[in-house]
C-alpha cells in the first residue's frame, strides 16, 4: 500500500475521491452536448406521455368530438350571424340595431378565436399543444383582463 493508500485508507478509496473531485468538476460545467442530450431526451420523454395519455383516454374520443364540433359550432355561427347582420344592415332602413347586435355577437366569436385554436391544435397538431396550449392560455389571459 503506498503513501495515498495509508493516508486514506486503500487505493479504492484514493480512487473513489479522485472520480468523486473529477465527477465533482465535470458537473460544473454544462456543455452545449449535454444541453441538447438533456434537450432530446425531455422531448421524446414528452411524446412518449402524450402518446400514453392518448392511449388511456381512448374512451373519451367521442366527448373529445362532441366538444370540438360543438365548439366549432357555435364559432361559426357566430361568424355567419354576424355576416348576416352587416349584410341585412345595409339593406334596411334602420340599421342601428342590426350592427349593434353584429358588433356584440363578432365580440363574443372573437373571444372563442382562443378556443378554437385548441380544438383544431389539438385535432392537427397534437405534438406541438404544449406551445398551442400557452399561447392560447395567455391569449384568454389577456382578454379577461381587457
Known sequence: MGFWGRLFGSSHAVNAMVDGVTNGLDALVYTDEEKSLDAAKERSEARGMLVSWMAATQGQNLARRFIALVIAGIWVFQYLTVTLLSIISIWV??????ERSAKVIGENAEQMNAAMMLVL??????????????????????????
Request: no cysteine; glycine share 12%; hydrophobic share 40%.
Open 121 to 146: 391544435g389539438f385535432y392537427f397538431a397534437a405534438p406541438h399543444m404544449g406551445l398551442i396550449a400557452k399561447s392560447a392560455l395567455e391569449r384568454f389571459a389577456h382578454k379577461s383582463r381587457d
Open 93 to 98: 332602413g334602420d340599421p342601428e340595431g342590426f
